[in-house]
C-alpha cells in the first residue's frame, strides 16, 4: 500500500518570503501523479499543482512550484512571494495508475502560517 | 468553472439516527468518491463508485455505509446508525474516467453527531 509523508506538522513564513514543505511516499508502482491541495479555514480542498511522474520536468503554477526526486521518492512544495491568503493546510497525496478504485492517497498535512 | 456541489454544508444529528449526504458531482465525470476528515486528521478513502457499483472501499466503509446513484445526477452517502467518532468533514469527489488530474473535491459536508 502507498503511503504519503509530510514530517513538517506546522511551517510558518513572513509574507513575500519563500517556504518550502516536504512530502515522501513509499510506492513500488513506476507510473504515479503527485499532488497538492490547499485546505484554507473554509475546508475546501484546492489543488494546487500536480506532476506525473513520468515528466522529468518540475511544475510549475504562479507561485508555486515543486521539487520531485523520483529516486528519492521526495516532492517537496517551495511557495515563493508567500501572501497572507497561502495561510492554510497543505496535504500532498499520491494517486496510483494501478491503484484501485481511483483512489488518492493523502499526507497528514501541514500547516501555512503566513505573517505580515 | 464545474463544480462538485454538496448538501447540507452543516449536519447535526443524535447519535444513532440516519443521515443521507447528497452531491452533485460534475455531469461529465464517470468516478464518484467519498472521503472524510476528522477534525485535525488527514483527508481518508472511504469509496469510489463507478457505473452504478463500489469500485473501491476502504475498511472505514463498514456496513453502515452505503452509498447510491439514486439519478442520473445525484451520489449519496448514507450512514444507517450514527456515531459519535462519525463526526468530520465529508468530501465527495468526481473524475473523469481513469483521470488523475480532473479529480474536483466539492465544498464539503460537516457532520457533528451528539
Known amino acids: 500500500a502507498q503511503t504519503v509523508t509530510q514530517s513538517q506538522p506546522e511551517m510558518s513564513v513572513q509574507e513575500a518570503e519563500t517556504v518550502t514543505l516536504s512530502c515522501t511516499y513509499d510506492?513500488?508502482?513506476?507510473?504515479?501523479?503527485l499532488f497538492w491541495y490547499k485546505q484554507p479555514p473554509s475546508r475546501q480542498m484546492i489543488l494546487v499543482i500536480r506532476q506525473e511522474a513520468y515528466k522529468q520536468q518540475n511544475a510549475t503554477e504562479n507561485r508555486f512550484s515543486v521539487n520531485f526526486q523520483k529516486a528519492a521518492k521526495s516532492f517537496s512544495l517551495k511557495i515563493s512571494d508567500s501572501q497572507l491568503g497561502d495561510t492554510a493546510m497543505y496535504f500532498c497525496a499520491f494517486f496510483g495508475i494501478k491503484a484501485a478504485g481511483n483512489k488518492l492517497t493523502f499526507g497528514g498535512g501541514t500547516r501555512v502560517l503566513v505573517k505580515p | 468553472e464545474p463544480e462538485v456541489t454538496q448538501t447540507p454544508s452543516h449536519q447535526v444529528t443524535q447519535m444513532g439516527q440516519e443521515v443521507i449526504l447528497r452531491c452533485v458531482p460534475i455531469?461529465?465525470?464517470?468516478?464518484f468518491y467519498w472521503y472524510r476528515q476528522i477534525l485535525g486528521q488527514k483527508v481518508e478513502f472511504l469509496v469510489s463508485f463507478y457505473n452504478n457499483e463500489i469500485s473501491e472501499k476502504s475498511e472505514i466503509f463498514d456496513d453502515q455505509f452505503s452509498v447510491e446513484r439514486p439519478d442520473g445526477s445525484n451520489f449519496t452517502l448514507k450512514i444507517r446508525s450514527t456515531k459519535l467518532e462519525d463526526s468530520a468533514m465529508y468530501f465527495c469527489?468526481?473524475?473523469?474516467?481513469?483521470?488523475?488530474?480532473?479529480?474536483?473535491f466539492g465544498s464539503g459536508t460537516r457532520l457533528t453527531v451528539v
Open positions: 510506492t513500488s508502482e513506476n507510473n504515479y501523479y
Open positions: 469527489a468526481s473524475s473523469e474516467v481513469g483521470t488523475n488530474y480532473g479529480y474536483t
Open positions: 455531469s461529465n465525470h464517470l468516478y
